[in-house]
Antibody
Framework: QAQLQQSGPGLVKPSQTLSLTCTVS??????????WTWLRQPPGKGLEWIGH???????FYKPSPNSRPRISIDTSENQFSLTLTYVTAADTALYYC?????????????WGQGTLVTVSS | EIVLTQSPATLSLSPGERATLSCRAS??????VVWYQQKPGQAPRLLIY???KRATGIPARFSGSGSGTDFTLTISRLEPEDFAVYYC????????FGQGTKLEI
């Protein structure tokens, strides 16, 4: 099973850019048909899928009126990243990276440890 | 967008008892659902995929069933470590999660 280790700042100022990285170990990010995924969980709330990237670089994001996330992949470092621009207080959440896999339904079998990101001046 | 409604919101039981958690979809889009367990301060953990298949390392006391719009997670005999929040998940155009059921002592 893959291990996912997240890194990135826990405090971001409003209107600035949130950047998080997820480093994968125990598995190659280029092998298999996986969806390298970012999710988030606002304080006291449930899980929200943000988007994913495949090992070929294809991305898919949850539609949003102010679509701002960007997910990128660095196969040489075996990692993938999330960038979220123009953050507001509504983006305050616990952010997770995860590995998605398909069977009958898409499921997330490996997760990062989570990064609490607070948007505040 | 599909809406997954989990019930009850909170379930109070004791170790050794049987737990039955429900997940109802607003429309039938898949015969499959996924279940996760989340403990305080931890990331979610995959329990059940494809409605009834246990993920690697998940004890046999966890089982899943259902089809169409109604799905169930059953824990046959609760152990102290099972008290947590449980989420169901399905996907239409993108993955969607239920709001969670808190299983408490």
């Amino acid at each position: 099973q893959a291990q996912l280790q997240q890194s990135g700042p826990g405090l971001v100022k409003p209107s600035q850019t949130l950047s998080l990285t997820c480093t994968v170990s125990g598995a190659s990010i280029t092998s298999g048909d996986h969806q390298w995924t970012w999710l988030r969980q606002p304080p006291g709330k449930g899980l929200e899928w943000i988007g994913h990237i495949t090992n070929s670089g294809s991305t898919f994001y949850k539609p949003s009126p102010n679509s701002r996330p960007r997910i990128s992949i660095d196969t040489s470092e075996n990692q993938f990243s999330l960038t979220l621009t123009y953050v507001t207080a509504a983006d305050t959440a616990l952010y997770y990276c995860a590995r998605g896999r398909w069977s009958g339904e898409l499921s997330f079998d490996s997760w990062g440890q989570g990064t609490l990101v607070t948007v505040s001046s | 967008e599909i809406v997954l409604t989990q019930s009850p919101a909170t379930l109070s039981l004791s170790p050794g008892e049987r737990a039955t958690l429900s997940c109802r979809a607003s429309q039938s889009v898949s015969n499959y659902v996924v279940w996760y367990q989340q403990k305080p301060g931890q990331a979610p953990r995959l329990l059940i995929y494809d409605t009834s298949k246990r993920a690697t390392g998940i004890p046999a006391r966890f089982s899943g069933s259902g089809s169409g719009t109604d799905f169930t997670l059953t824990i046959s005999r609760l152990e102290p470590e099972d008290f947590a929040v449980y989420y169901c998940q399905q996907r239409t155009s993108w993955p969607v999660f239920g709001q969670g059921t808190k299983l408490e002592i």
